[in-house]
């Protein structure tokens, strides 16, 4: 029995799947450059070189689309055994190699441009936060102090991702992933350590 994802008996993706996938793929690129106002069903059909009559069929509407393209998996690691004095530099690496690896494409930075001018987005955004940050944040300060300071800290890296990739600052943009993990990690350590 072949699987739902597979054309019958070969293992190769159903043209269906691709078709879904090269919708998803062109409107996170449009989404993440453009934002969610200035980004067009026909300009996502064109860029999955499809008929916009068939973004719609599988999607049903922009805010549907917006909804698939927002599926937003941090792969945080556990952090339980991360040391406090360590944590700082672990977070800020984590999240730079996130975003060293494709930045145009990475749904979180999409969601963060989004964010500011979409309250559907900045909801998302704020359970992203809620149900991925905190957690893995909790584990390693405890329930009490998690919470807060998940918050501070998540404050520093957005502000991160949004000079060095959205903005482009270009202080921020130059500076070598070693060079950005050296110049934050203090900032971050001392959130967690402040009273």
Known sequence: MSSPHTAAGDGAPRRSDRTRAAILDAARERFA?????????????????????????YFGSKERLFEAALAVDLRLPDLSGTGRDELAAVLVGLFLDRWEAGPTHDTLLMLLRSAVTN?????????VFAAQVVPALTAVLGPEEGVRRAALLAGHLLGLAVTRYLVRLPEVAALSRDEVVAALTPALRATLEAD
Not at 119 to 127: K, Q, T
């Open 119 to 127: 309250e559907r987005a900045a909801e998302r955004l704020r359970a």
């Open 33 to 57: 450059t453009q934002g969610y106002e200035r980004t067009t069903i026909r300009a996502v059909a064109a860029d999955a070189r499809i008929d916009p009559s068939m973004v719609m069929r």
